[in-house]
């Protein structure tokens, strides 16, 4: 029965052609401009971290009070020193990392091989549970590194590739700067985008790109005065010069993360903070009630409008559109399958019951619509691939077309078309035989 | 032809017609928003910067945190620059087109109670560093200057009297009723002890650097004050060479940047060097991409919609061949036709778009609740209707000269 029906509808297509274009045309438009906007939310929307993002907060805490530049009073996304030792030494999370982006010039022991700059971050071991840093060698250094600050370093797999030629590096000194370094662990391949952990301004923390070269303690980087690659927020009146009075300023310019794994470590930490600054307040350092925030991983991408609102727009116009060559082909398909009334009524004549009428058209229908979809598929492919010309490189990268995508587009057209057929089909059912027998 | 047959055509076949008047609906809707849509990010492009563009190098990101530049360092600077061969000029500057780094905001207040949020760019001579059009009054007095700088020196203006200004046009057209601005006063409404400015000159244009509020007349909003740049620790510098010298001045001025402040910036920290043109480049790169997608859009609604159009009124005249040679055979002519089913067409559409009208808005609104978009200008609307309007006529023109082309002849036989 099937394979009858679809040589029905393939002879039926054959019969209009121009009626047949138009639906796939139209089919292959208003699908591909929703995957190609999709394609593109997917990459920017997409979860840096999947199944750990939910748990991961970062605190935030207004310490400039009056002084805040921010219309809403929205406190800073990061921390005076201040705070953020408060914070490490409250240990009120189960795993917390202070975090702040550093860059150093490294110095090969191959004397022949000229000095490079690499960037990484100074962070507490828990950093690496935290944010799932896998380990191709060693592990992260031990909580008595990150109490007495040594020399341990973490680097990326590519930085031990360029250096050791990939081979287990663990125990090797590097140079940085004029300091040395010892090797504890080289990370896997890890670099979730967008950089959410990173420090700093909203800017940086929708920031995408290559993977942290090294990690180094906390402790360690402070005591060294290893200065912030970021660079810091500093009330306009901060008269301070030099690294002791940073570490005294209100000056914001250290991210801070805790891993709260349930909602009730989450409300005890909320809780811990407010009264945090409430203590501060009692003590005079702030002279404004508490103002602070904790958010996870998705609650600060959506604050800080990781996805550029245009994509976002873009997608809900892309919708419309479909929807618009939804009425064009319900229009249309009414008149390819209107125009075969005599050709029902014969076959209602016949002894065909309307589901086999029906049946026969939605089929002809899903044919319609997997052709649009071949036809969605190629641009679609058009518009990911100009999208890269448009995009900053960085993020068109993330933008790429994979099976799931594939597959969607085809889904999408035939299960569109289908739906916009279920009418035409109805009407074509609805043919009184005698009327079509009697007219010829 | 009376509207009244019009009608009862479309009431007794109301299916072809209702779906062409729902699809231009939502295309208006479309159409209205995504057009706007393309305006906001063409705005900014398209605003004449007032600047010497292709003779500009501009130098940032020099900053400090830790220890401010000396007043020294920051002429030695300058003296260096000067000194390339190809430069004409070079200032210290805080706040200049393109860069992003250091905004000024500064609220003025003219005599007509308009209240406008400006950028400002300090720097000695920067009208003549910038390339700038004086078209009223004055440059700066050398004897006006005083210092600034951020976390370093900042002198007041204590000299008893307005401090000098020089504004836009467009800034002297917004605050003073008459558009005469020159020698007039503008004050602070933020600062209650403010001794006020004084307008001293007009440039004809100068971009400001807050790119996302260069959008509805706006972009013009730039004032210069008289500052030069003292003990700061953020430090940029703005650079004229000579056109034809500008790429071997870029590679000099890098290594005079590297050469005096190399060894004064802390690990991490690079100053950018880079000419005007090549900022301009990389300022506009999301705005390009938003624009590419946008238009993208736009082009997809007219093609769907022309395409649409065509094949549903095609359908509808080829049901109707019939009639329409009956009515050729009582006398109509193939103009009557036409003009028959271009009316019909413009009935629906109109329908249709002020029925998108309304969607527009609402849906503006709604994108507005959920984004941080503008708010679509009323004026908007009707842009939306008449390119709707159009192109509901070029797609009807197709079916509607087969259907003039119908032989009366058709009348007299059967289907």
Not at chain 1, 429 to 439: D, F, G, I, T
Not at chain 2, 73 to 78: H, I, K, S
Request: glycine share 8%.
């Amino acid at each position: 029965m099937f394979g009858y029906y679809f040589e029905l509808a393939v002879r039926s297509l054959r019969r209009s052609p121009v009626l047949t274009i138009l639906v796939v045309v139209l089919i292959g438009t208003g699908v591909a401009s929703s995957m190609v906007t999709f394609a593109a939310l997917r990459a920017m929307s997409a979860d840096p971290m999947p199944g750990k993002s939910a748990q991961l907060y970062r605190p935030q805490i207004d310490n400039w009070g009056p002084a805040n530049p921010d219309a809403h009073r929205e406190p800073p996304l990061t921390l005076s020193y201040i705070d953020a030792e408060a914070l490490l030494h409250a240990h009120a999370a189960p795993r917390q990392t202070a975090l702040y982006q550093v860059a150093f010039s490294l110095v090969p022991a191959d004397a022949t091989r000229a000095p490079f700059a690499v960037k990484g971050y100074a962070v507490t071991t828990d950093f690496f549970a935290m944010f799932n840093v896998p380990m191709a060698y060693g592990a992260g250094w031990s909580a008595s590194d990150d109490d007495k600050g040594t020399d341990a370093l973490v680097i990326s797999r590519r930085l031990n590739d360029r250096l050791f030629g990939g081979t287990d590096s663990v125990g090797r000194e590097i140079r940085l700067d004029n300091h040395d370094y010892r090797v504890v662990g080289v990370a896997g391949d890890w670099n979730p985008q967008p950089r959410f952990y990173a420090t700093g301004s909203i800017h940086v923390t929708t920031d995408h790109g290559d993977a942290p070269d090294v990690f180094l303690p906390f402790t360690h980087a402070v005591e060294q005065q290893v200065a912030t690659a970021w660079g810091n927020y500093c009330r306009p009146d901060y008269k301070g010069t030099g690294w002791d009075a940073l570490l005294h300023s209100e000056c914001v310019w250290v991210a801070f993360w805790v891993d709260l794994p349930t909602p009730a470590d989450a409300r005890h930490y909320a809780s811990f903070l407010h009264n945090y600054a409430a203590a501060q307040q009692r003590m005079g350092r702030f002279s404004w009630p508490p103002n602070v925030r904790l958010r996870n991983v998705p609650q600060l991408l959506a604050y800080v409008h990781a996805v550029p609102e245009q994509v976002r727009v873009s997608f809900l116009l892309a919708l419309g559109l479909q929807l618009v060559c939804l009425v064009n082909v319900i229009g249309l398909l009414l008149a390819k399958f209107m125009r075969r009334s005599p050709e029902i009524g014969v076959r209602r004549a016949l002894g065909a019951s309307r589901r086999a009428i029906g049946l026969q058209f939605l089929i002809e229908a899903a044919m319609v619509g997997a052709v649009g979809g071949l036809l969605g598929l190629l641009l679609t492919g058009i518009g990911v691939y100009g999208m890269g010309a448009l995009f900053t490189s960085k993020i068109a990268r993330l933008v790429h077309i994979d099976a799931g995508l594939l597959g969607l587009t085809m889904l999408v057209s035939m299960v569109a078309t289908v739906l916009a057929a279920l009418y035409p089909t109805w009407r074509a059912a609805q043919v009184q035989p005698a009327w079509q027998l009697k007219s010829n | 032809m009376s509207i009244r047959i019009l009608f009862s055509t479309l009431r007794r076949h109301s299916m072809m017609p209702a779906l062409v008047l729902l699809q231009v609906a939502v295309a208006c809707a479309i159409l209205c928003n995504v057009l706007f849509l393309v305006w906001q990010q063409l705005q900014p492009m398209l605003a004449p910067s007032g600047v010497a563009g292709n003779q500009l190098i501009l130098v940032d990101r020099l900053a400090s945190p830790q220890r401010a530049f000396t007043t020294a360092e920051v002429r030695g600077g300058e003296v260096a620059l000067r000194e390339v061969p190809g430069v004409r000029a070079a200032t210290a500057a805080f706040g200049l087109p393109m860069v992003r780094g250091n905004l000024m905001d500064i609220a003025l207040q003219g005599p007509t109670g308009v209240k406008v949020g400006v950028n400002g760019y300090l720097g000695a001579g920067l009208i003549d560093v910038l390339g700038l059009q004086l078209v009223a009054g004055r440059d700066f007095l050398p004897s006006e200057y005083r210092d600034f700088g951020i976390g370093g020196t900042h002198e007041k203006w204590s000299a008893g009297g307005p401090q000098p200004i020089i504004i836009t046009q467009a800034l002297a057209k917004r605050l003073f009723a008459n558009g005469r601005a020159l020698g007039r006063l503008l004050t602070d409404p933020s600062d209650k002890n403010d001794l006020g400015y004084q307008v001293v000159g007009i440039v004809r244009h100068l971009l400001r650097n807050q790119l996302g509020l260069a959008t509805n007349g706006r972009a013009d909003d730039t004032v210069l004050l008289a500052r030069r740049i003292a003990s700061t620790s953020t430090l940029s510098y703005a650079v004229r060479v000579e056109p034809t010298l500008r790429e071997a001045a870029l590679r000099s001025v890098r290594k005079v940047i590297q050469q005096h402040f190399g060894a004064l910036l802390p690990t991490g920290i690079t100053a950018r060097v880079s000419t005007y043109r090549s900022r301009r480049e990389a300022v506009f790169k999301s705005q390009r991409a938003a624009l590419g997608l946008f238009a993208g859009i736009t082009l997809a609604v007219v093609a769907v919609t022309v395409i649409g159009i065509m094949g549903l009124t095609g359908f509808w005249v080829q049901k109707r061949t019939r009639q329409i040679g009956i009515r050729r055979a009582l006398g109509a002519r193939r103009a009557d036709i036409l003009r028959y089913f271009l009316a019909e067409n413009a009935l629906i559409v109109s329908i249709g778009v002020a029925i998108g009208m309304l969607l527009a808005y609402l849906g503006n609104a709604l994108l507005m609740h959920y984004y941080e978009l503008a708010r679509l200008p009323w004026s908007w609307l009707p842009i939306g209707a008449v390119v709707m309007l159009l192109l509901g006529q070029l797609a009807v023109l197709g079916p509607a000269l087969r259907a003039a082309a119908v032989p009366p002849v058709v009348a007299t036989r059967s289907v």
